[in-house]
């Protein structure tokens, strides 16, 4: 084997400034921890929890109801479905957005000093997107001929921030379904 192809294991530095370096990562790694910034159980943000609570929360309520879940989360080229379930009258295929929201004290308040519900936040652009997702999934899967809407879920949890052993939120939360609320405009 020539010297130039030999693989040579590196040891680790023990250089001064390499120990300092490790030792104040570990530092401020277990800092954080201790301070909370994220949660043991899960290390993903805080509002990423309290949306898939809504989501799973949303997929309870809908069956409940009578929908069908056919998928959480569905992925197209358009974006992606929180939640696409069949409707109890078997024949329309529901797309839902589930919009979820803490209400803490103080907090319910936007800046114009009225209340802020969650479903308030579907935007034009985001009514849009939605529109796009129906027209991805009714080719995709062959609904030309299937009644297709757009519904909206808002999942908003009671003024605690605490969470239960599950990760959801504490407390009661208030669930709101809009069916068709995203009125869907047909392209010729």
Not at 1 to 19: C, E, F, Q, V
Not at 26 to 38: D, E, P
Not at 121 to 147: C, E
Not at 156 to 181: C, D, K, Q
């Amino acid at each position: 084997m020539s010297g130039a192809n030999a693989i040579i294991p590196r040891r680790p530095s023990t250089r001064a400034s390499d120990l300092v370096q490790n030792m104040l990562r570990n530092m401020v790694h277990r800092a954080s921890r201790w301070l909370g910034a994220r949660d043991r159980r899960d290390n993903r943000p805080a509002t990423k929890r309290l949306g898939d609570a809504g989501e799973r929360l949303a997929a309870r309520f809908l069956e409940q109801q009578g929908y069908r879940v056919l998928g959480r989360n569905v992925r197209t080229r358009s974006g992606e479905a929180d939640v696409v379930c069949l409707a109890p009258d078997g024949g329309t295929i529901v797309v839902v957005e589930v919009k979820t929201r803490l209400a803490l004290r103080g907090d319910s308040q936007g800046a114009s000093g009225r209340l802020v519900a969650p479903e308030q936040n579907v935007t034009p652009d985001k009514q849009r997107t939605l529109a796009r997702i129906v027209r991805t999934l009714r080719r995709a899967n062959r609904w030309s001929g299937r009644a297709m809407r757009i519904d909206i879920v808002a999942v908003e949890w009671p003024g605690s921030a605490s969470e239960t052993e599950t990760g959801e939120p504490g407390g009661t939360p208030t669930i709101r379904h809009w069916p068709g609320a995203v009125p869907l405009r047909e392209r010729r």
